[in-house]
C-alpha cells in the first residue's frame, strides 16, 4: 500500500515536472504580451505578478492590420482543409475499397511525396508566382496547401475507411447504390472521427505555415504568422507586441488541443503505430 | 485494420471508370502542387536566375550549379551542421522519449490529461516557437542567462552570438518542441503490446531491466526506427525555427541544409544555384522516404502483394 | 460608332475640364486616387505616417503604406516591381539596391516629371537637398554606376537618408574624466578605458550577415581602406581592411555583451537603454534617442563628428523614394514624393522627430538640435564610395563579407589569413561575374 502511494507520488511529481517545462515558454509568452516595452526591456523575469496592460493588444488589434491577417488566415486555412478533405477522401476511398490499375503504385508513390520539404517548394513556387504574374492571391496559398496536406489527408483517411466493415457498404451496392452514395450516404457518417482528425491536421498547417505564405501574399493577402514576423523590425523586436501575436496565433491550436487531444494523438501515431 | 477486412473489395457493376474519377482530382492537386515545384527545381538549377530578371532570359548554365555546389564549402559546412543537429537532437528526443514513456507507461488517473499538455509544444507555430525561444536565449533581457546568473552565478552568455552556444540552443529548443512526439508515439506503441506477453514474462521472473531491453524495446523496434526516421526527415526538412531565431549564424553555425536554400535564394538570390541545392535535399530526403516505406507503408495491403 | 464617338468627344471635354481645374489646385487632378507605398518598419518612417495623413488631407489622394522589416522590402518589391501591373506606386530602397533596380529596368527616370509644368513644384529647390544624400539614393549610373557622373540620371529623392556621426553619453565621459574622440586612436583608447573602469564602450552591429559587414564598413572608410581598386579588384585584405577588421575586435571585446546578435535595432538598443557609453553608426539614434518610448538616456547624449583614421569618411546610406516602372499612378506617386521631401515637409518631419535631407533644414534647426551641426559639418566627408553598389556587392555582403568578421569577431584566430580568405573568395565571384573581362 505505502509502497504504490509512494510511486504514484513519485510518478504525479514527474509529470508535474514535465508538464510545467512543456507550459513555461509558452506562459512566458503570454506573460510577456501582457508588459509594456519598459518592463520587458527591463530583463528580470516577471512570471505573475507585474502591472499588466492591454496596450500590446490595443495596438495589434487596432493598428497592426490584425483583422486582415486573421480573415486571410481563416480563409486559406478553411478552403483548403475542405478541399483537402473532400479530395482526399474521395482518394482514399479508392485506394481503400476499389480495384484499379496502378493502385499499388499509387499507394506507395502518396507517402513518398508527403516528405517533400517546404524549401525545395519555396523557390518554384516564387518562379510560379512571377511567371504567371498570379500573386498576392489567396486561392495560390490555398492550392500549395492543399498539395502540401492531401498525401497525408489520404493516408490518415485511408486507414479510417479499412476499420469500417465492407459489409455495409456490400448492403447498400446490392440496393444499387452508386459509388458517390455509397460514399456520402453510407460511408460519410461513419467517417467522421477520421474527418475531423484530418481537419484538424490541415487546418493546423495552414495556419502556421510561414515560409510559402511569407513569398506568396502580398500587402493585402498576409496570414498572421507572415504578420507576426512583421513586427520583428529595424529599430529591435517590438517583444510586447509579437508576444500579443503569437499568444492570439496560438490560441486556436491550443483550442484544438484541449478539445481534441485524442485525435490528434491518433493522427501522430497513425504512421508509426498502426502500421 | 484486421486482415479480413483487407482482403475483400465491394464489387460493383462494369465501373472501371470510377475510381480513375475518384482520384483525378486529388492526383492534379498532387501533381501541380508538389510535383510540378519538384520538376521545376530541377529545371531552374540548370539556370543561373535572379529575382526581379525574366526567367525567360535567364542563362543556361548546363551543370555548372552542380559542380559548383559540389565545391562549394559552404554546402558541406551546412550539410554537416544539419547532420549534428540530427544526431543531437534524435539521439536525445529517442532517449528522453522512449524513458518517459517507459516510467510514465502505467495508466493512471489524469494520464489523458497530462498527455494533452505534452502536445501542446507540437501545437505552437514554428514562428512563435523561434520567437519565444529567441526572447528566452536573448543575451541582454533572456530569461535564461536571468536564471542562470541568480541560480548558478554564471555570466550573461550570448546565446545567439556565438557559434556552439547558438548550435546549443537550437538543438534544446527542438528537444523542448519534438521529444513529446516521440513519447507519445512510443507511449502508443507500449500500450498496443499484447499484455500477455509482458506478463509471460514476468511470471518467467524477468526483473525490470530485462522486461525493458529484451521484450518491451524489442517488441516496439519497428516504431521506433519509423520515429527515427520520421524526425530525420523533420531535420531536413526543418527551417522556420532557425531562420527566426538565429536566421543561421553566427556565421553558418545554425544554417540548416533547408534554411541555406532559403537564404541562397532570398538573401543572395542566386535561385539557380539554390535549386541545385534543392536537388540535392530532394535527394537526401527521398532516400530517407524510401527506407521508411520499405519498413512500414500502411496502404500496402499484403492482399496487393 | 457615333455612340463611340460622341463618348469619346465627351470624356475629352472632362478631360479638358480637369486639366483647367487642375491649374486651381495641382492635386485635384488625382483626388481620390490610392497610392500605395512600401517602405521599411523604421523610426523616420513611422514618424512619417502624420505628415503622409496630412498629405491626404491637403491633396485628397489616399495613401496606403506597406510597411516592412527592411529585409523583406527588397524581395517584395522585386517581385512587385517585375510584374506587369505592380501594387505599389513608391518604393524606398536602401542606397545599396539602386544598382540592382535600374540595371533590372524597374524604375522610372524622374526626367519624365521634371518635364511636365502641370507636377513640378518651381519652390521645390533640389540644389537644398543634400548633395552627398541626393548622389547617393538618387542618381544611378555615373562613375563605377553608383557614384556621382555625368551618365548618371535622376531615379529618387532621399527620404530618410543618413551618415554617421558619433553619438556618446555626456555623463559617462564626464565622470570618467575622458575627451570625446576624434581620431581612431583616440577612440580605441577610450574604449580601452572605458572597458576597464567595467563600463561597456561602443555598441555595435555584429549579426551575422549584411549587419557585420556594415558595421566594418563603418571604420573601413575613415582608415582608408576600400573593398575594390579602381580594376574591379578585391582589396578586403589590404593592411587598412585588416585594421578595420582588428578596430571592430576590440569593438566586440569592449562593447556591451551580445554585439554578435545585434542587427541596428539591438545595437541601438543598447545605448537607447544605457548600456553602451558611445555609438558609432547612423545619425538616426539622435531622433530616436529623444523618444521616450526607445530611450531612457534622453538629455544625456553628446554628439561629434565621426572619427578619422588616415581621413574622414562617414557612410552613406539610408533609404530614398523613386517611382517603379509599372507603377499604376506615377504622377500621383510623384506629388506625394515632392510633398514629403518639400521644404515644408522636410520641416515637419523634424518636428514629427525624423531625420531632415535638406540643408536649409538642417541649419534653421540647428540651436534645438544638437547633432544638426554635427551633421552639417559631416556631410562633406560622406563617402559615396563606402561600399560598391553593384548587384554582385549583395553576395559579397553577406556570403562572404558577413562569414569572415563573424569569424573575427567570435573566434581569436589571427585576421590576416581570414581577410586573405575572404578577398580570394570575392575575387572568384567578381571573375564569374565577367568583371574582368577587360583587363
Known sequence: MNDTFQRQLYHYSALIFLALIALAPIWVMVATSFKDDVLVQDGTPLWFFFHPTLENYEYILTRGKFDRYLTNSIIVGVASTIITLLLGGFCAYALARLDFKGRALMANSTLLVRMVPPAVLAVPAFAFVTLTGVDSDLAVLTFFYTALNLPFAIWLLFGFYKQIPVELEEAAIVDGASPLQVFFKVLFPLMTSGYAVAAIFTFRIAWNEFILALLLTGRTTRTLPVGAAGFITDTGIEWGRIMAMGTLIVIPPLLFTFFAARQIIAGMTAGAVKG | MTVLTQSRKPRFAA????????????????????LYPVFMAFYLSFYDWEIGRDLAKAPFMGVDNFV??????????????TLRFGFWTITIEMTLGVALALLLEKPIRGASFFRTIFILPLMVSPVVVGLIW????????????????AFFGIEPQVWLGDADLAFFAIVFTDIWQWTPFIFIIVIAGLQALPSEVVEASTIDGANWYQQVFLVKLPMIKSILVIALLMRLIDVFRGLEVMLIMTGGGPGRATELLSLHIYNRAFDTQQLGYASAISVLLILIVFAISTAILTMANPMKSKSDV | MRHVLKKGLLSMGAFAFVTAAAFANPYEKFEGTTIVVSWPALSHFKKAEDLVAEFTEETGIEVEIDALQYLKLRDRQLLEMSKNEGEYDVVSWVVMWKGEYVSKGLLTPLSQFYTSGSLVDPNYDLDDIADAYLQNGGVVGGKKGYMPGKSGAMYGVPFGAETSILAYRKDIFEEQGLKVPETYDE???VMQKLHEAGIPALTSRGKTGHQITAAWLLHLAPLGGKIFDDQWNPVINSPEAVEAAQVLREVAQTGPKGIPTFGFGEAAAAFLQGEAAMHLDTLKIAAMSRDPKLSKIDG????????????????TGGFAAGIPANAPNK???????????????????????GDPVRISTLKNNADKFDEYAVVAEQLPCADPDWRPLIPEWNELNIDVLGQA???????????????????EKARAIMEREGYYLWQ
Open chain 3, 187 to 189: 577612440l580605441r583608447d
Open chain 2, 68 to 81: 559548383r555546389m559540389v565545391q562549394d564549402p559552404q554546402v558541406w559546412e551546412v550539410l554537416w551542421v
Open chain 2, 134 to 149: 529567441r526572447y528566452l536565449f536573448d543575451a541582454r533581457i533572456g530569461w535564461i542567462n536571468y536564471y542562470l546568473g
Open chain 3, 405 to 423: 568578421l563573424t569569424e573575427v569577431i567570435t573566434t581569436d584566430k589571427p585576421i590576416q589569413p581570414i581577410m586573405d580568405a575572404a578577398n
Open chain 3, 331 to 353: 504622377e500621383a506617386a510623384f506629388l506625394f514624393l515632392q510633398y514629403m521631401t518639400s521644404k515644408a515637409g522636410d520641416q515637419r518631419m523634424v518636428e514629427l522627430g
Open chain 3, 300 to 315: 544625456k547624449v553628446g554628439y561629434a563628428l565621426h572619427p578619422v583614421g588616415s581621413r574622414c569618411g562617414s557612410e
Open chain 2, 15 to 34: 465501373e472501371t471508370m470510377t475510381p480513375y474519377t475518384f482520384i483525378t482530382p486529388a492526383i492534379l492537386v498532387i501533381l501541380g502542387g508538389l
